[in-house]
């Protein structure tokens, strides 16, 4: 990278950051006249998301997903956040909890300085990042009612200006995937189909027996070799896939930047780009990037990210993990005009403990609601213990 285009990416970063706050302006224009005061109070619960499906990607298979979800409580207002926990990413619910005693909200009496708050969290230890994002939605959610508008308002957004979720399909047998395509059939407007092993095209074919959807693809940086990613690319763009999710490991930026110059098709960063800092390492290499709320510490670098992206003009995709209607309202939030959305993890499980943001011809549509737009559907056992 030239000295250049590090001065314009680092003066690109500086001036989003300056402007990827809305609650900034909210809070000097909405503020009500007297000081607010008061004391947040964080809780937390463990639960563990049972999945509707056996669920496999490149490398591994899962039934659950293990979450932490918290609560943070000021002058008798709630909001709601979510840690969610594949075990691929390294966090766990004790590690979570453990993040979460080490966060003492006592010394901030105004929940709306969201900047300085998430500054602070984020400095108490390195990565914890879906640690993180659980205070951050919480926060987000809790200043949202204390504006009582939800936050595709507060960013400005149309929260029916969204893209249509892919809806996912595991790696898995030709009966199971046929099984799994069908049932998806006039509810989704497009497929994301797990790929990287040694099936793909059969996986391929299997869906298209049944349907001529587009799809996506997500190798999950199972592909190792340039040039048969891109024989594979050839014939994906061939049966009417429209992007590939992260072929390549990735470290493996150099083939990867190759691939995505020769490829017919826009390639996306998802375990490649986490944070804001890593769009700059991989600006040039990819086509877009996949912000993910759990990767990113939520919903505040998650703006940031998208903002930096767009100016940097890189496509961009909101996804997520298996989750709850909790994290995946806070995301959808964020989806009004992007270029592909992957937020399908709700539906994915069969004990969602939230009502929030609903799937609408294709679309998953935020709710109302003030802040992140969810409420609790069964009691959850928030406590600091």
């Known amino acids: 990278m030239t000295q250049n285009r590090r001065q314009f990416i680092k003066a690109s970063t500086m001036a989003v950051a300056s402007l990827s706050a809305p609650s900034t302006v909210l809070s000097a224009v909405n503020r009500k006249t007297t000081q607010l005061s008061g004391?947040?109070?964080?809780?937390?619960?463990?639960?563990?998301?049972?999945?509707?499906?056996?669920?496999?990607?490149?490398?591994?298979?899962?039934?659950?997903?293990?979450?932490?979800?918290?609560?943070?409580?000021?002058?008798?207002?709630?909001?709601?956040?979510?840690?969610?926990?594949?075990p691929y990413l390294g966090e766990t619910q004790s590690s979570v909890i453990d993040f979460l005693r080490k966060v003492d909200l006592s010394s901030f009496a105004d929940p709306t300085h969201l900047d300085e708050i998430l500054h602070y969290v984020d400095g108490i230890a390195i990565n914890n990042t879906a640690a993180k994002a659980a205070v951050d939605i919480a926060l987000h959610d809790l200043v949202g009612k204390m504006f009582g508008v939800p936050w595709y308002k507060m960013y400005g957004l149309d929260k029916t200006d969204v893209p249509d979720t892919t809806f996912t399909i595991g790696i898995d047998t030709d009966e199971i995937v046929r099984e799994k395509t069908k049932e998806s059939l006039g509810k989704f407007n497009i497929l994301k189909v797990k790929v990287g092993g040694k099936d793909d095209k059969r996986m391929?074919?299997?869906?298209?027996?049944?349907?001529?959807?587009?799809?996506?693809?997500?190798?999950?940086?199972?592909?190792?070799?340039?040039?048969?990613?891109?024989?594979?690319?050839?014939?994906?763009?061939?049966?009417?896939?429209?992007?590939?999710?992260?072929?390549?490991?990735?470290?493996?930026?150099?083939?990867?930047?190759?691939?995505?110059?020769?490829?017919?098709?826009?390639?996306?960063?998802?375990?490649?780009?986490?944070?804001?800092?890593?769009?700059?390492?991989?600006?040039?290499?990819?086509?877009?990037?996949?912000?993910?709320?759990?990767?990113?510490?939520?919903?505040?670098?998650?703006?940031?990210?998208?903002?930096?992206?767009?100016?940097?003009?890189?496509k961009v995709m909101i996804g997520c993990m298996t989750e709850?209607?909790?994290?995946i309202s806070a995301a959808t939030q964020l989806s009004s005009g992007l270029d592909f959305a992957d937020l399908d993890g709700a539906l994915l499980i069969g004990n969602d403990c939230f009502e929030g943001a609903k799937l609408e011809k294709g679309k998953i549509i935020a709710s109302d609601l003030p802040g992140i737009g969810v409420k609790p559907i069964q009691d959850i056992p928030f406590g600091r213990d």
């Open 39 to 86: 004391s947040m109070k964080l809780t937390w619960s463990a639960y563990n998301l049972q999945l509707r499906n056996t669920f496999t990607i490149s490398g591994f298979s899962r039934n659950t997903t293990p979450v932490v979800l918290t609560k943070i409580e000021y002058n008798g207002l709630a909001g709601y956040g979510e840690a969610s926990l594949p």
């Open 204 to 314: 391929i074919e299997a869906i298209r027996s049944f349907t001529d959807l587009p799809l996506s693809v997500d190798a999950n940086q199972g592909w190792k070799d340039r040039r048969q990613a891109l024989d594979m690319i050839n014939w994906l763009k061939e049966k009417g896939i429209v992007m590939v999710e992260q072929p390549m490991p990735k470290y493996d930026l150099d083939n990867i930047a190759w691939l995505t110059e020769e490829s017919p098709l826009p390639i996306f960063a998802d375990e490649s780009v986490q944070r804001l800092q890593d769009i700059e390492r991989i600006k040039g290499v990819f086509s877009g990037i996949n912000i993910k709320l759990m990767k990113c510490t939520g919903m505040r670098e998650a703006w940031e990210m998208r903002n930096l992206a767009e100016c940097l003009g890189m």
């Open 324 to 327: 709850t209607s909790c994290a």
